[in-house]
């Protein structure tokens, strides 16, 4: 082809024009643009405000850094402005998270897991964590300790229920509720039961029961709370009270009732009176003086007594024989006399009782006539 002429547009001949396939025109397009792209794409050409792929929010700008002035120390106090601040003493709530051989791994949102021992877990005997604690249970544990030198507390469940459990027995013997307990062990001064998980002792001398002590061991009693001091950890109860206080629901001052003699002592006897004892005093067995009960009664006579009072509150029944003489002195005499006529004798004590109380005067102080 000849060159053209500057400033002449060369003709174009038709007949002369080669015909470019369509896909070789569009590769061509392609491949300049791809180059000119590559070579000729210059910074300039690039916007400046282009999208981001993410939220700028979300980014830290390098004069944030430079205003912010936090140093690894300050930043560690400003943590432990949130750290909790665990005191002995504290209930917190706790999340189980293993069971261990020798206790169990506590998540209370402190730095490092706390621990409780297996004789914290509960107030009552256990065989095993499991019978208590299940992983991934939440729920409430006493701290008893600061921590130690690993930052680690010890969690017990134990205190708690023996906090809860003073409060139970102290309003317990507020209402002077009975209770039942089993009897777990005997010793020379009396028996152990367990109440709220608490330990408790009822003297001998409170022990109501044609049983040796030792025979009791299982034995479900009837108890009333004789002293409940949490800070002598004392915890005492009787049998003989909550005998005598449903007995008394039964009895009336002034009824007869057979009873059969269970010990002697200087100052009177005790006298068995369908499972409960009341006290026959020296004073109330005759009219006549007497030197010692020994010499009237002997243990184990069967024998009619009169009740003369009743003390709920110290568990305690008072009997007289004297009131039921026909004559002064009939017991030392003749006490088959006194016990078959007791009931009519009782009647005109009754009698002479209503009449007392009719005129005003106190009946406690004329059962004792």
Same mark, same amino acid.
């Given at each position: 082809?000849?060159?053209?002429?500057? +400033? &002449?547009?060369?003709? &174009?001949?038709?007949?002369?024009?080669?015909?470019?396939?369509?896909?070789?025109?569009?590769?061509?397009? $392609?491949?300049?643009?791809?180059?000119?792209?590559?070579?000729?794409?210059?910074?300039?050409?690039?916007?400046?405000?282009?999208?981001?792929?993410?939220?700028?929010?979300?980014?830290?700008?390098? *004069?944030?850094?430079?205003?912010?002035?936090?140093?690894?120390?300050?930043?560690?106090?400003?943590? $432990?402005?949130? /750290?909790?601040?665990?005191?002995?003493? @504290? %209930?917190?709530?706790?999340?189980?998270?293993?069971?261990?051989?020798?206790?169990?791994?506590? /998540?209370?949102?402190?730095?490092?897991?706390? #621990?409780?021992?297996?004789?914290?877990?509960?107030?009552?005997?256990?065989?095993?964590?499991?019978?208590?604690?299940?992983?991934?249970?939440?729920? !409430?544990? #006493? %701290?008893?300790?600061?921590?130690?030198?690993?930052?680690?507390?010890?969690? $017990?469940?134990?205190?708690?229920?023996?906090?809860?459990?003073?409060?139970?027995?102290?309003?317990?013997?507020?209402?002077?509720?009975? %209770?039942?307990?089993?009897?777990?062990?005997?010793?020379?001064?009396?028996?152990?039961?367990?109440?709220?998980?608490?330990?408790?002792?009822?003297? +001998?001398?409170?022990?109501?029961?044609?049983?040796?002590?030792?025979?009791?061991?299982? /034995?479900?009693?009837?108890?009333?709370?004789?002293?409940?001091? !949490?800070?002598?950890?004392?915890?005492?109860?009787?049998?003989?009270?909550?005998?005598?206080?449903?007995?008394?629901?039964?009895?009336?001052?002034?009824?007869?009732?057979?009873?059969?003699?269970?010990? %002697?002592?200087?100052?009177?006897?005790?006298? @068995?009176?369908?499972?409960? $004892?009341?006290?026959?005093?020296?004073?109330?067995?005759?009219?006549?003086?007497?030197?010692?009960?020994?010499?009237?009664?002997?243990?184990?006579?069967?024998? &009619?007594?009169?009740?003369? /009072?009743? @003390?709920?509150?110290?568990?305690?029944?008072?009997? *007289?024989?004297?009131?039921?003489?026909?004559?002064?002195?009939?017991?030392?005499?003749?006490?088959? &006399?006194?016990? @078959?006529?007791?009931?009519? =004798?009782?009647?005109?004590?009754?009698? =002479?009782?209503?009449?007392?109380?009719?005129?005003?005067?106190?009946?406690?102080?004329?059962?004792?006539?």
């Amino acid at each position: 082809m000849s060159e053209n002429p500057a +400033g &002449k547009v060369q003709e &174009k001949n038709p007949e002369k024009e080669t015909s470019i396939p369509e896909e070789t025109i569009s590769d061509s397009v $392609s491949a300049e643009f791809e180059e000119n792209s590559i070579n000729e794409l210059k910074e300039d050409d690039i916007p400046k405000n282009i999208p981001t792929a993410d939220d700028s929010s979300s980014r830290i700008n390098k *004069s944030d850094l430079e205003s912010a002035g936090f140093t690894l120390d300050e930043f560690a106090s400003l943590l $432990s402005k949130y /750290d909790y601040n665990f005191k002995p003493g @504290d %209930i917190v709530n706790g999340t189980v998270f293993a069971l261990e051989s020798k206790g169990a791994m506590i /998540d209370i949102g402190a730095k490092t897991a706390a #621990f409780m021992p297996m004789q914290e877990v509960s107030i009552n005997r256990v065989e095993g964590l499991s019978d208590v604690l299940q992983p991934s249970e939440i729920r !409430e544990f #006493f %701290i008893m300790t600061e921590e130690n030198e690993d930052g680690q507390l010890s969690l $017990s469940i134990r205190r708690i229920e023996y906090q809860r459990a003073w409060e139970r027995v102290r309003q317990l013997q507020k209402e002077d509720a009975t %209770i039942y307990s089993e009897v777990f062990a005997t010793n020379r001064g009396g028996a152990l039961v367990r109440v709220e998980g608490l330990r408790g002792f009822i003297p +001998g001398s409170h022990i109501s029961t044609r049983k040796a002590k030792e025979e009791l061991v299982a /034995d479900f009693l009837p108890l009333k709370f004789l002293e409940v001091d !949490e800070e002598r950890n004392r915890l005492v109860l009787s049998h003989r009270r909550a005998l005598v206080e449903r007995k008394m629901n039964r009895l009336e001052v002034g009824e007869v009732v057979v009873g059969a003699v269970r010990g %002697i002592k200087p100052y009177g006897a005790f006298i @068995d009176i369908g499972g409960v $004892s009341g006290l026959l005093h020296i004073s109330e067995i005759s009219h006549e003086h007497i030197e010692t009960p020994h010499s009237v009664l002997n243990v184990n006579d069967q024998m &009619k007594v009169m009740i003369i /009072d009743l @003390d709920a509150e110290r568990g305690r029944i008072s009997l *007289s024989t004297k009131a039921l003489e026909p004559e002064p002195g009939d017991m030392l005499t003749d006490p088959q &006399k006194v016990f @078959d006529k007791a009931e009519e =004798m009782a009647a005109r004590y009754k009698q =002479m009782l209503l009449e007392q109380a009719e005129e005003g005067e106190d009946p406690i102080a004329v059962m004792t006539i």
